[in-house]
């Protein structure tokens, strides 16, 4: 990958690196390409608040934490919920109250990180609001959660303004997992990576980097 991005063409030209919250893809993304803004994707950031919520959950209710039907309301946000299925995990959430305090931290958390196209000016508006929740977070069992969205906070920030997604790219992984077990694992690469770009899409040409 080291020679491939040094060698390609226009990086210094691109504008937005849309990625998950990978330390190493935001250094590689640093220093390839050194005057693009760094952009969280949103299902990455859900996904990880999720499962920092789903953890602390186990650690309250470890019976509970079994429980499907529980784990799909959980992870739901509040706002799809019908008002049976919100009525129904009120009462369970009821006996833990530290739990219930954390779900209604956990869905005011999503909302912001749901926001997108923000103008500059709202932007600033929403900042201390989310700061102000990390804050919260941070004297909580989610404190290990706080700490990384605060490590991520440009990117996060930087997200409002965009609609951008690394959407694409997982459609692709997807794609590729795919056809490793379908195939049952590739013994030479070469053929992988032609069965890569036949179902991933290829213009017929193949650039080598050497």
């Known amino acids: 990958m080291r020679r491939y991005l040094k ?20 250094s590689i993304a640093r220093r390839y390409f050194p005057n693009a803004t760094i952009v969280t994707d949103r299902f990455h950031v ?6 920092h919520f789903l953890n602390v959950w186990k650690q309250h209710d470890p019976e509970g934490r079994k429980n499907r039907g529980l784990i799909s ?3 739901r946000h509040q706002w ?12 369970y959430l009821a ?10 931290a956990k869905q005011r958390l999503i909302r912001l990180v749901l926001l997108k196209t923000l103008t500059r000016k ?6 201390p609001v989310f700061m102000r929740l990390l804050d919260e977070l941070a004297e909580s069992p989610l404190r290990a959660l706080a700490n990384t969205l605060r490590s991520w906070l440009r990117p996060i920030v930087a997200m409002w303004r965009f609609s951008k997604s690394n959407g694409i790219t997982e459609g692709f992984h997807n794609k590729m997992e795919m056809m490793t077990r379908r195939a049952y694992g590739f013994r030479n690469f070469e053929n992988y990576r032609m ?3 036949a179902h991933c899409g290829w213009d017929g040409v193949i650039n080598r980097v050497r």
């Open 195 to 197: 069965r890569v770009l």
């Open 46 to 51: 859900v996904r990880l608040i999720n499962q």
């Open 95 to 104: 006996e833990y109250p530290v739990l219930q305090a954390l779900y209604v």
């Open 80 to 91: 799809n919920l019908r008002d049976e299925q919100h009525a129904n995990l009120m009462r």
């Open 73 to 75: 309301l959980m992870r």
């Open 122 to 127: 709202k932007a600033s508006i929403k900042l």
């Open 7 to 26: 060698a390609l063409e226009g990086r210094e030209r691109v504008q937005v690196v849309v990625m998950d919250l990978s330390e190493t893809y935001r």
